[in-house]
């Protein structure tokens, strides 16, 4: 069993390895997954086997031991050397591979309950959702808010809310379901989404926006004009360039991909059934519905609302966002 635990961590070495070095994508829920899975098999041995084994066989040491002693003690002899009691614990130890794997049982699997259906950690990768998000920024999903899903293969089991204009969601990347994506909801199924002349409207009316000067991006190091934008309920700031031009290349195939007008002022989409538009608050800095098309509901992970850690800027931490 020693062997075959040392092979188990091996090979959760080289995956982890393999794909921090950007070797693979990895999935973190099917590894927590297996990894509960396995450590519950190897708790439930020891619970009873291995530790029932090592019980019985230092009760039978401690017996052995007495009936050595009434001999003796039966022959006049009461000093008797030996030390029993050291033995019998060594045999009760745990071993190793039990010790790292039977003994994590308990940790991985609040881990994995906590992560799959309360609250999930991410790392904000790129600048895409400047100014709401910063690169670097450690954030919490909310994992039932949009509903409670099943681990893994993501299917949703109990209902909850819809996803709202103007929420900060987590969702797959539709194009590779490996990757987590996190954007603002702009559009709704149903809705018709245009973003003109980086002006955005929904179902014909335009996004109320407010000028408030300029920002300087330190990661791009330039500045851009930063707007307060009013999606629903939701008020929450964007950026533009005016150097960047309105037009855009979309991917040439996705999904509902006739539902999409492009032309050189930007695009016209009409979001489909069961679907939403997504969009990054760095507009011109974020690849998003515009380009690759409509995220599915299934595709939902989570919504997104805390920053619980920034290493380059302690400042930004707690801060609830929308």
Known sequence: MSLLTAVLYACLGVYLGGWYLGQWHGNFSLVLFLLTIVTLA????????FKPQRERAAAQLAEQDAQRRAALAGQGIAQVDGNVEEARQKLLMQPWWLDWTAGLFPVICAVFLVRSFLFEPFKIPSGSMVPTLLVGDLILVNK????????????????????????????RYPLDPRIDYIKRVVGLPGDEVAYLNKRLSINGQPVSMESLGDYYDEDSRRYAQLYTEKLGDVEHRVLTNKEVPPFMLAIDSFPFRDQCRYNAEGVVCTVPEGHYFMMGDNRDNSQDSRYWGFVPEQNIVGKAFLIWMNFGNLGRIGTFFQ
């Open 42 to 49: 190897y708790w439930l041995a020891e619970r009873f086997h």
């Open 144 to 171: 039932y808010h949009y509903g409670v899903r099943l681990p893994v293969i993501n299917t949703k089991v109990i209902d909850n809310h819809s996803p709202q204009r103007g929420d900060v969601m987590v969702f």
